[in-house]
C-alpha cells in the first residue's frame, strides 16, 4: 500500500491556506499614516537620541575624554534641544515621563537620566575648579551672586511661582556662587535639590505655597552659608 506524503505541519480546521494575492516587495512600506504621525515619531526619535548621546557625553567627561568647555557647550545644547523637543504638547503628551520612556524603549542611560533630572551640566552643578583669583573678578563675582539669591527671592515675593520663572533664577544662583568659590557651603545642597524639583515641572507648573515657605528658607540659609564662606 502507497503511503500518504506526510503533511509538513498538522492539519487543523483553521489551517492557513494561502490566498492569490501578490506582495510587491518593491512597494514602500508606510509607518505613519499622516504627516503629523511621522512629525510625532521624528521628535520621539530625536529624544532617544539626545537620552544616548548625552550618556555617552557624561562618560567621556568622567573619563577626561573631553575639556570641560567643549563637555559644558556640548552638554548646555543637548538639555536645551531635549526641553525644546518637549515643549511640543503632542511629542509630551506621547512621551509621558523620562522612566516610562526609557522603559518602552528599553534604555538605561543612567547619567543621562541623572543629567536630564538637574536641567545643568556637571560643571554648572559643581562648584568650579577654576574660581575668580584676581581681587577685582572676585569682587565682581561676589557682587553677581549677591544680586542673584536676592533676584530669585523677590521673584518669590512677587508671586512668579511658575517653573519658566523660578528655574532659570536659581540656575543664575548655582553658577554665580560656584564662580566665585569652590568650596562646599551649607544650604549648597538644597539649591542643587530646588532645580532638580523645578526642571521636573511642566514649564507654566508654579510651586505650592507650601512649597514657596520651604523655599524662601532654604534660599536665605544657602545665601547665609554662602556669605560665611568669604569670611
Same mark, same amino acid.
Given at each position: 500500500m502507497h503511503n500518504a506524503r506526510q503533511l509538513p505541519y498538522a492539519p487543523t480546521p483553521y489551517s492557513y491556506t494561502p490566498s492569490? $494575492? !501578490? +506582495? /510587491?516587495l518593491n512597494e514602500e512600506v508606510k509607518l505613519t499614516t499622516s504627516n503629523a504621525e511621522r512629525d510625532l515619531y521624528d521628535s %520621539?526619535?530625536?529624544i532617544?537620541? @539626545? +537620552? @544616548?548621546t548625552l550618556d555617552a557625553l557624561e562618560k567621556a567627561y568622567i573619563k577626561d575624554s573631553v575639556t570641560e568647555a567643549e563637555y559644558t557647550a556640548t552638554c548646555d545644547r543637548l538639555l536645551k534641544q531635549y526641553k525644546a523637543i518637549l515643549g511640543d504638547d503632542a511629542v509630551s503628551k506621547a512621551f509621558k515621563d523620562l522612566e516610562t520612556f526609557k522603559q518602552e524603549w528599553d534604555m538605561e542611560c543612567p547619567r543621562a537620566t541623572e543629567r536630564l533630572k538637574i536641567g545643568l551640566p556637571a560643571t554648572v552643578e559643581q562648584p568650579s575648579h577654576n574660581p575668580s583669583t584676581s581681587v577685582g573678578a572676585a569682587g565682581k =563675582? +561676589?557682587?553677581t551672586a549677591t544680586e542673584n539669591f536676592i533676584n530669585? &527671592? =523677590? $521673584? %518669590?515675593e512677587l508671586g512668579l511661582l511658575a517653573k519658566d520663572s523660578l528655574h532659570p533664577l536659581l540656575a543664575d544662583v548655582i553658577q554665580s556662587v560656584n564662580r566665585v568659590s569652590d568650596k562646599d557651603f551649607e544650604g549648597r545642597s538644597k539649591i542643587v535639590q530646588w532645580l532638580i !524639583? &523645578? /526642571?521636573q515641572m511642566k514649564a507654566s507648573e508654579e510651586v505650592s505655597k507650601d512649597q514657596v515657605g520651604e523655599l524662601k528658607f532654604d534660599i536665605r540659609q544657602a545665601y547665609h552659608g554662602f556669605k560665611a564662606t568669604l569670611d
Open positions: 492569490s $494575492a !501578490t +506582495i /510587491n %520621539l526619535a530625536e532617544y537620541s @539626545v +537620552i @544616548v =563675582d +561676589i557682587s530669585f &527671592l =523677590d $521673584a %518669590l !524639583t &523645578l /526642571n
